[in-house]
């Protein structure tokens, strides 16, 4: 049985290659897009953070160059600042950013969604010390704007001396999508000279010139911001540009911030690295404590690092001028301090002090597989030999005893989670909830589920060949809040219905019903002539999820969510019900918004669940029990989503799907399936803005056979059958559709 289980991610979208989270540590500079000026990826969660530094209350935010993908309130692509958003094309516009009173730093984030993208943005931040509520005198535009291969600028008035008090802006747009850098070339340069160029100076990607520059002198930009500072618990750090090699004149630190003193040290996982090889690692190196680090020493291998005393620990990426290399790709995860990761320390100690990498043999109570967690409300759950690989041909069970009475839902923290993928998790899985989880799942990616019985029993299975990392869980047993998030029994919600004619309600209704709901209610058979209860749906709204995973109420043993009322056809309620009217004699003469379901026993209990977050109105739904004469046959039932006789194993392939973007696989895929499938995939209209369905098929290849007499998949009538070449689309309409799998 599958229960509800709540998966959330935070903050742990996969990016381009893991981290993307930037630091101006000096207070002023310039940051740009991922990839700039090359269009930036999809997915993208970027933060920008400039540190204040002095007295600076505010940055004069200047965009060089900035487009993101258009959309309205920004809703798509957006660099976020503040309450502030901004997409399309800024090019040449100027904001002041403030700082916020109670933090030291202004972040800027940078979202991007799944499909279009941009050019990106180039943008430069200075601080303004002591300005906040003035503004500088500008006297008079100077602006020059350029797009050719080669050209010359010449400052106001040359060679005249320049006036005072002039702000200066020359705009170099590339002159073709090949070009990849700026070459200047000064012919004459003369600037008033001072301590850092705070008077007068030239401004190129954030660094300042000043004083006199030989004639002939060559000056290439800056390289692109590349300081990474992260507090996650675990993801990948690239060098920038990987795999691509990487540029030469970059010095990048790595910043990685300890969420909390519960955590006592960092483990990488170099998967690549490959960085210009000297007998000292004096060129390019990355520096890990006192260590240097080059070529290939660390591809493959594992360090740990501990914190500062700041509860920091930083890593420095340097390159010269010449010859470069592909660059680096780790895994890093903070581990927490305590048994759970103390496993390596011992043996660590001194191989650790000679080369810094962990050694490969773990103790052995790390292999142990069986655990449990009698009555604590907080603890960590790992894989054998974890953080090395997993062990094959494993089954462990990780049994968790309820710590008390107070206790309603259980959450799952992952740290780390990589398992061997397959198509329904058949080779290598962790199996909660009656689901099987394999696969990667970002760091900080949870799960909470109820837990109502004295134990929940966890399993990991591994198969005979092929392991991976394996997992680190945090587990936690939350108690309920208070009464208004406790399950409501018999005194709440249970009902008992003994009259022919029946109105039936959820909590509340029309207003949303409570979380955390077990209602059960009972119709008694008014006389045994009774053969089938009559269910008019004057409205039913309950949240929408796969399967009806969530919130649900349950006929028969089958779960009904989602949005239908009065006003839902026959056909769609047909549909909804996996109904047939081409088989039957019941249907489009039924009442609109109607179904019939068996009542053979004295007594048919129907029963509602709601999880513990989000609600809808609920329902209201009509009752009416009906008789059968003995000589007249039955009209047949509607089965709600069960698609099958309740001993018919087909209804296990059959699926429910209420999402925007879904996958539907044949069963067993992609081995072959099974004889006399009859399953049927449900699309429900995912919100009132969606008014078609496109089905891409990815693989394609069912037997066609008497021309899709035998095996087909039938969308909207069309029956397809064959194979079709990969990215063939077809599209529907329906607000709802079913779409039968069937093969003889």
Same mark, same amino acid.
């Given at each position: 049985?599958?229960?509800?289980?709540?998966?959330?991610t935070?903050?742990?979208?996969?990016?381009?290659?893991?981290?993307?989270?930037?630091?101006?540590?000096?207070?002023?500079?310039?940051?740009?897009?991922?990839?700039?000026?090359?269009?930036?990826?999809?997915?993208?969660?970027?933060?920008?953070?400039?540190?204040?530094?002095?007295?600076?209350?505010?940055?004069?935010?200047?965009?060089?160059?900035?487009?993101?993908?258009?959309?309205?309130?920004?809703?798509?692509?957006?660099?976020?600042?503040?309450d502030?958003?901004?997409?399309?094309?800024?090019?040449?516009?100027?904001?002041?950013?403030?700082?916020?009173?109670?933090?030291?730093?202004?972040t800027?984030?940078f979202?991007?969604?799944?499909?279009?993208?941009?050019?990106?943005?180039?943008?430069?931040?200075?601080?303004?010390?002591?300005?906040?509520?003035?503004?500088?005198?500008?006297?008079?535009?100077?602006?020059?704007?350029?797009?050719?291969?080669?050209?010359?600028?010449?400052?106001p008035?040359?060679?005249?001396?320049?006036?005072?008090?002039?702000?200066?802006?020359?705009?170099?747009?590339?002159?073709?999508?090949?070009?990849?850098?700026?070459?200047?070339?000064?012919?004459?340069?003369?600037l008033?000279?001072s301590?850092?160029? &705070?008077?007068?100076?030239?401004?190129? *990607?954030?660094? =300042?010139?000043?004083?006199?520059?030989?004639?002939?002198?060559?000056?290439?930009?800056?390289?692109?911001?590349?300081?990474?500072c992260?507090?996650?618990?675990?993801?990948?750090?690239?060098?920038?540009?990987f795999?691509?090699?990487?540029?030469?004149?970059?010095?990048?630190?790595?910043?990685?911030?300890?969420?909390?003193?519960?955590?006592?040290?960092?483990?990488?996982?170099?998967?690549?690295?490959?960085?210009?090889?000297?007998?000292?690692?004096?060129?390019?190196?990355?520096?890990?404590?006192?260590?240097?680090?080059?070529?290939?020493?660390?591809?493959?291998?594992?360090?740990?690092i501990?914190?500062?005393?700041?509860?920091?620990?930083?890593m420095?990426?340097?390159?010269?001028?010449?010859?470069?290399?592909?660059?680096?790709?780790?895994r890093?995860?903070?581990?927490?301090?305590? $048994?759970?990761?103390?496993?390596?320390?011992?043996?660590?100690? %001194?191989?650790?002090? $000679?080369?810094?990498?962990?050694?490969?043999?773990?103790?052995?109570?790390?292999?142990?597989?069986?655990?449990?967690?009698?009555?604590?409300?907080?603890?960590?759950?790992?894989?054998?030999?974890?953080?090395?690989?997993y062990?094959?041909?494993?089954?462990c069970?990780?049994?968790?005893?309820?710590?008390?009475?107070?206790?309603?839902?259980?959450?799952?923290?992952?740290?780390?989670?990589? &398992?061997?993928?397959?198509?329904?998790c058949?080779?290598?899985?962790?199996?909660?909830?009656?689901?099987?989880?394999?696969?990667?799942?970002?760091?900080?990616?949870?799960?909470?589920?109820?837990?109502?019985?004295?134990?929940?029993?966890?399993?990991?299975?591994?198969?005979?060949?092929?392991?991976?990392?394996?997992?680190?869980?945090?587990?936690?047993?939350?108690?309920?809040?208070?009464?208004?998030?406790?399950?409501?029994?018999?005194?709440?919600?249970?009902?008992?219905?003994?009259?022919?004619?029946?109105?039936?309600?959820?909590?509340n209704?029309?207003?949303?019903?409570?979380?955390?709901?077990?209602?059960?209610?009972?119709v008694?058979?008014?006389?045994?002539?009774?053969?089938?209860?009559?269910?008019?749906?004057?409205?039913?709204?309950?949240?929408?999820?796969? *399967?009806?995973?969530?919130?649900?109420?349950?006929?028969?043993?089958?779960?009904?969510?989602?949005?239908?009322?009065?006003? %839902?056809?026959?056909?769609?309620?047909?549909?909804?019900?996996?109904?047939?009217?081409?088989?039957?004699?019941?249907?489009?003469?039924?009442?609109?918004? $109607?179904?019939?379901?068996?009542?053979?026993?004295?007594?048919?209990?129907?029963?509602?669940?709601?999880?513990?977050?989000?609600?809808?109105?609920?329902?209201?739904?009509?009752?009416?029990q &009906?008789?059968?004469?003995?000589e007249?046959?039955?009209?047949?039932?509607?089965?709600p989503?069960?698609?099958?006789?309740?001993?018919?194993?087909?209804?296990?392939?059959?699926?429910i799907?209420?999402?925007?973007?879904?996958?539907?696989?044949?069963?067993?895929?992609?081995?072959?399936?099974?004889?006399?499938?009859?399953?049927?995939?449900?699309?429900?209209?995912?919100?009132?803005?969606?008014?078609?369905?496109?089905?891409?098929?990815?693989?394609?290849?069912?037997?066609?056979?008497?021309?899709?007499?035998?095996?087909?998949?039938?969308?909207?009538?069309?029956?397809?059958?064959?194979?079709?070449?990969?990215?063939?689309k077809? =599209?529907?309409?329906?607000?709802? $559709?079913?779409?039968?799998?069937?093969?003889?």
């Amino acid at each position: 049985m599958t229960e509800a289980v709540r998966c959330l991610t935070a903050d742990s979208r996969l990016v381009h290659q893991g981290v993307c989270d930037y630091c101006l540590f000096d207070g002023e500079g310039n940051f740009t897009s991922y990839g700039y000026p090359l269009d930036y990826p999809a997915l993208l969660e970027c933060t920008y953070r400039v540190k204040r530094v002095g007295d600076a209350c505010s940055l004069r935010v200047y965009f060089h160059d900035f487009d993101l993908e258009e959309s309205p309130a920004c809703r798509n692509d957006y660099l976020a600042v503040g309450d502030r958003r901004f997409c399309g094309r800024r090019r040449g516009h100027t904001e002041t950013v403030d700082f916020p009173k109670d933090r030291d730093e202004v972040t800027f984030y940078f979202h991007t969604n799944p499909v279009a993208t941009g050019k990106g943005f180039w943008i430069e931040v200075t601080r303004r010390p002591g300005v906040c509520n003035t503004r500088k005198n500008v006297v008079g535009p100077c602006e020059e704007r350029h797009s050719q291969e080669e050209f010359q600028l010449w400052s106001p008035g040359f060679p005249e001396p320049y006036g005072n008090n002039q702000k200066c802006w020359y705009y170099i747009r590339r002159a073709v999508d090949a070009v990849c850098g700026l070459e200047l070339t000064f012919l004459h340069f003369d600037l008033e000279q001072s301590d850092g160029c &705070v008077y007068d100076y030239l401004d190129v *990607d954030g660094q =300042k010139l000043c004083g006199y520059i030989t004639p002939g002198g060559v000056l290439l930009p800056p390289p692109p911001l590349c300081d990474i500072c992260t507090d996650r618990l675990s993801d990948d750090i690239t060098s920038y540009g990987f795999p691509t090699a990487y540029r030469g004149n970059m010095l990048c630190r790595v910043t990685i911030s300890r969420p909390s003193d519960a955590f006592c040290s960092v483990e990488l996982h170099f998967r690549e690295f490959d960085v210009e090889e000297t007998p000292r690692c004096d060129r390019d190196f990355l520096q890990i404590d006192r260590d240097r680090y080059c070529g290939t020493m660390l591809r493959g291998h594992r360090k740990r690092i501990v914190y500062d005393t700041e509860g920091n620990a930083e890593m420095v990426f340097k390159t010269d001028e010449s010859v470069s290399g592909k660059g680096f790709h780790m895994r890093f995860h903070q581990l927490p301090c305590g $048994a759970a990761h103390r496993d390596p320390v011992a043996t660590a100690a %001194t191989t650790t002090a $000679a080369s810094g990498i962990l050694p490969p043999d773990p103790p052995r109570e790390a292999l142990l597989c069986d655990q449990r967690f009698d009555g604590q409300r907080e603890f960590y759950v790992q894989s054998p030999n974890y953080p090395s690989h997993y062990l094959n041909s494993q089954d462990c069970r990780y049994v968790i005893t309820k710590a008390g009475d107070d206790v309603c839902h259980l959450e799952l923290v992952f740290a780390s989670f990589d &398992v061997e993928s397959s198509p329904g998790c058949q080779y290598d899985y962790l199996e909660f909830g009656g689901q099987r989880h394999c696969g990667s799942l970002p760091a900080d990616h949870s799960c909470v589920m109820d837990f109502r019985e004295p134990q929940k029993v966890m399993r990991f299975h591994t198969d005979d060949s092929l392991s991976d990392r394996g997992f680190h869980i945090a587990v936690r047993q939350n108690e309920c809040d208070d009464a208004t998030t406790t399950p409501q029994d018999g005194d709440g919600c249970d009902e008992t219905i003994n009259k022919q004619e029946a109105m039936l309600q959820s909590v509340n209704f029309p207003a949303n019903y409570a979380n955390n709901l077990e209602c059960r209610y009972t119709v008694r058979k008014m006389s045994s002539s009774v053969c089938r209860l009559e269910m008019n749906f004057e409205r039913f709204d309950v949240e929408s999820s796969t *399967d009806c995973e969530y919130d649900y109420l349950d006929i028969d043993g089958h779960r009904l969510c989602g949005i239908f009322s009065r006003n %839902t056809t026959a056909d769609q309620l047909s549909v909804l019900h996996a109904y047939n009217p081409s088989k039957h004699d019941f249907g489009r003469s039924a009442p609109v918004g $109607a179904g019939m379901y068996d009542f053979d026993e004295n007594e048919k209990q129907l029963r509602f669940h709601s999880d513990a977050a989000n609600s809808r109105p609920g329902f209201q739904i009509r009752l009416r029990q &009906v008789e059968c004469a003995d000589e007249s046959p039955r009209p047949p039932p509607f089965r709600p989503l069960g698609l099958s006789p309740a001993g018919d194993t087909h209804h296990k392939c059959d699926k429910i799907l209420t999402t925007r973007l879904f996958d539907v696989r044949s069963p067993n895929y992609p081995g072959g399936y099974a004889e006399n499938l009859d399953c049927k995939y449900i699309v429900f209209q995912a919100s009132r803005d969606v008014c078609s369905i496109e089905f891409t098929f990815i693989d394609f290849d069912v037997d066609k056979e008497n021309e899709c007499f035998s095996d087909f998949l039938e969308i909207d009538g069309e029956r397809v059958c064959g194979v079709l070449p990969p990215g063939s689309k077809r =599209k529907s309409h329906a607000l709802l $559709a079913l779409c039968p799998f069937d093969v003889d």
